[in-house]
RNA sequence: GGGGAUGUAGCUCAAUUGGUUAGAGUACCGGACUGUCGAUCCGGAUGUUGCGGGUUCGAGUCCCGUCAUCCUCGCCA
């Protein structure tokens, strides 16, 4: 090695020792006669400083900028108490510099590596390698570490077997797009990346592997979020011969085991579990933020003849009224009131409408047309307080829900009820099975076509398909979901009526899922499994909005790599070799390409 | 594909109603300084105001287009 310690571990017990150390100037602090040099690394920061005694050191030591890769060597000395830093584990000593060299000098930095602001995201994701000198970007990645190896005994310790599965396969439509790889030796045929290796988990299961997990890529070639990037990681599990309930606790006191490790907070080691539905009614969503109440309560049979239009005309139209509850302790100005439509805009809804509950009598817009009747089944269903407001909803019932969903959570951040301290976990259960596409008018898979129904529900694929429900379940963590999986249909015959329900019939089954179909004939085990997105869990368990910064080499919204430049056009030999003729004009001609304003820069 | 925000020195930002020579901090370069830890002090250099077009006597500022980044709707079985 070429040094005896890393810039970290150095303490006051040190003190006599000869030793060396190799790192990047941090800072720089000249003193004409005495020159500090902050020294990092991964480890840590250690000061050292020149002494006339040794010039030819501290000559060296004076040509060196911020970044500079140097390797210093010299004896440890205790600080005297005045100049200790308290702020710093290496504070209480420095390294007083015999011997110093230039190990690789740097040019003047394009972003910021140290201090408090940071640089736009753009510059950090075009020169990732210094943004990862950051702390918080080193942090996350030493995390994923730390969950990867936490993830890893836990499988091993429930005698899961570590399959990969692989990167190239055959393209299975439905879902996500593909990204496609073109063959060279098969002409005009392609490769897909997985958007998830679960039909070859299943063919794992097939086989008598028994219980499989893997750290997955996968690949959609979809529109990005914050939270969504083109290839992302997964815990990819599945099992055999179990239940629902078996799924759910190998994977939930896995979550709860890295929100303990991970995050520090002790939560409880049985998740609770709430039916779909009764996600959807309380919290109009399938992924509910229990970290805070402010339930939503459907009111549309006290107020179906309410004088007020906007409610009865809901009503008569087969819609719903949705009303969040607020207490005396959740004010709300009338400038805030007003600003609420625009939290649920996005879902088409129209306006919030809201009243105000005083001893005087109510007030708002919509109070004046309110029976006395209406007022106390009001009160009653949403226990409204005096100084207390009664905000609603009303419209069609898949605009409302899901508004009133939107506006729990907006009205969550406004009232800052969202303790970033707690970790609420939250299982939902009984998904429906298909859900219902307008566009297409027919019914697709709402968690994928391979997902087994409830067993007490399958007469109904044949009564009413849409009320079936599944055995399919997503760990919710703080409103994200973390984890989703279902029990597998492992039966041919209830996977062929499934297909035929999803309006696949058996030739195109054939053609798409044919090997599939075929492993199911010979002998498939009843099998379930789950898949975490661990980016996401990741940023949540850091506290993180987005989740790039778990991840070291993102990409922009997009998809492309601003430090590679990737995408990028090939040689056109290339294009030859695989048989593919391009039909668009080529970046050079259109004089642009992904990241040219800062490539040229 | 739609909506929104942003783009000024290497970096982070400022620049009044459209007004004449586009500033500050930091980094960088030079100098001073023996106890700093955001060192301090003195001096210096640094601009295609993302790009293209337009309006105007005059554009960083207004208009149109375009590119990039971020947020978001659609999309993501």
């Not at 679960?198 to 592997?209: A, F, P, S, T």
């Not at 301290?421 to 219902?436: G, H, M, T």
Request: glycine share 8%; net charge negative.
């Amino acid at each position: 090695m070429l040094r005896t310690h890393t810039c970290g571990e150095l303490r006051a017990a040190n003190d006599g020792e000869r030793v060396t150390l190799c790192g990047w100037v941090q800072n720089r602090r000249d003193h004409g006669g005495l020159l500090f040099l902050d020294l990092r690394d991964r480890y840590g920061v250690t000061q050292v400083v020149t002494e006339p005694e040794f010039p030819e050191a501290g000559a060296a030591a004076d040509r060196v900028r911020l970044e500079w890769v140097v390797r210093g060597t010299g004896v440890v000395r205790t600080r005297p108490d005045a100049n200790r830093n308290k702020d710093r584990s290496t504070g209480q000593i420095e390294v007083v510099l015999e011997e110093f060299e230039v190990l690789s000098a740097s040019a003047p930095l394009p972003v910021a590596v140290t201090g408090e602001e940071r640089s736009s995201e753009e510059l950090g994701l075009r020169y990732r390698y210094l943004e990862m000198r950051r702390p918080e970007v080193r942090n996350a990645l030493e995390t994923r570490a730390r969950m990867n190896q936490i993830i890893r005994e836990h499988m091993i310790a429930q005698a899961f077997v570590e399959v990969e599965t692989p990167i190239l396969l055959r393209s299975t439509p439905e879902g996500a797009r593909d990204y496609l790889v073109p063959s060279r030796v098969h002409p005009g045929s392609f490769y897909a990346l997985p958007q998830s290796p679960q039909i070859l988990k299943q063919i794992l299961m097939v086989g008598g592997m028994d219980r499989y997990w893997q750290i997955a890529r996968c690949f959609r070639d979809e529109d990005l979020r914050a939270d969504r990037q083109p290839e992302f990681t997964q815990l990819d599990i599945e099992m055999s011969f179990v239940e629902q309930d078996d799924v759910l606790e190998v994977v939930e006191s896995l979550v709860v085991r890295l929100v303990r490790e991970i995050a520090g907070v002790e939560i409880p080691s049985s998740v609770r579990r709430m039916p779909y539905a009764e996600a959807v009614a309380r919290y109009g969503t399938d992924k509910p933020d229990l970290r805070f109440g402010l339930p939503v309560v459907d009111v549309t049979e006290i107020l179906q003849d309410c004088a007020f239009g906007v409610f009865s005309g809901a009503a008569k139209a087969g819609g719903r009224i949705r009303a969040i509850a607020l207490g005396p302790e959740h004010p709300l100005s009338r400038k805030k009131l007003d600003a609420l439509p625009a939290a649920v805009a996005d879902r088409g809804a129209r306006g919030v409408a809201w009243v105000r509950i005083k001893a005087e009598g109510w007030s708002g817009a919509a109070a004046k047309h309110l029976t006395d009747a209406e007022q106390s089944g009001l009160t009653e269903a949403l226990g409204l307080q005096e100084g207390g407001i009664a905000l609603f909803l009303a419209g069609p019932s898949e605009v409302v829900v899901p508004a009133s969903g939107d506006l729990r959570v907006h009205l969550g951040k406004l009232f800052e009820l969202r303790d970033p301290a707690r970790y609420e976990l939250l299982w939902v259960v009984d998904f429906p099975l298909f859900a219902w596409n307008e566009d297409e008018q027919r019914l697709d898979a709402a968690h994928h076509p391979f997902t087994a129904p409830l067993p007490e529900d399958v007469p109904l694929l044949d009564s009413a398909p849409k009320s079936v429900r599944a055995l399919a379940y997503d760990l919710v963590l703080n409103g994200e979901e973390v984890a989703g999986g279902s029990i597998r249909i492992h039966q041919h015959d209830v996977q062929s009526r499934v297909f035929e329900l999803l309006g696949i019939g058996a030739d195109e089954a054939q053609q798409r899922f044919g090997f599939f179909l075929e492993a199911l004939r010979y002998g498939a085990p009843p099998h379930g499994g789950c898949a975490s997105g661990l980016d996401r869990l990741a940023a949540s368990l850091l506290g993180l909005e987005q989740i790039r910064d778990v991840i070291a080499f993102p990409k922009t919204t997009s998809a492309a790599d601003l430090m590679s430049g990737a995408p990028s056009t090939v040689d056109p030999a290339q294009l030859v070799e695989l048989s593919l003729q391009l039909d668009v004009a080529s970046p050079a001609e259109t004089g642009n390409e992904p990241g040219d304003g800062i490539r040229s820069a």
